[in-house]
């Protein structure tokens, strides 16, 4: 086994403002209330604080760069952190990133 798939995943703890944004919009009715994942990260950047969407937004970015391959990122999302959307690529994570970080710079 490499090296690379030795890594433990972080604990969830390193991605709380993630978790709790997983758990409260990508739960199992999120396609149909949201859209998409994209569409739940702007409406968690509407409803939060300018501090919760820098946290969600560092954390998201920070995720995408670990690169991890989609099956490491489907499984963090879905049995880490809680949520029923499974992040089928570092870009997908990215695109929430960009979502919220684009209410952040016309929230301020």
Known sequence: MSPMRRRRR????????????????????????????????????????????????????RLAALGWPPDRLRAFFTDTLGAAWAAPSADAVLQMADAVAERRERGR
């Open 10 to 61: 972080p604990p969830p703890a390193d991605f709380a403002a993630l978790r709790a944004f997983a758990r409260a919009y990508l739960h199992e009715d999120f396609a149909r209330e949201y859209g998409s994942a994209v569409q739940a990260a702007h409406a968690f950047a509407a409803a939060a604080s300018a501090a919760e969407r820098d946290d969600l937004a560092a954390e998201l970015t």
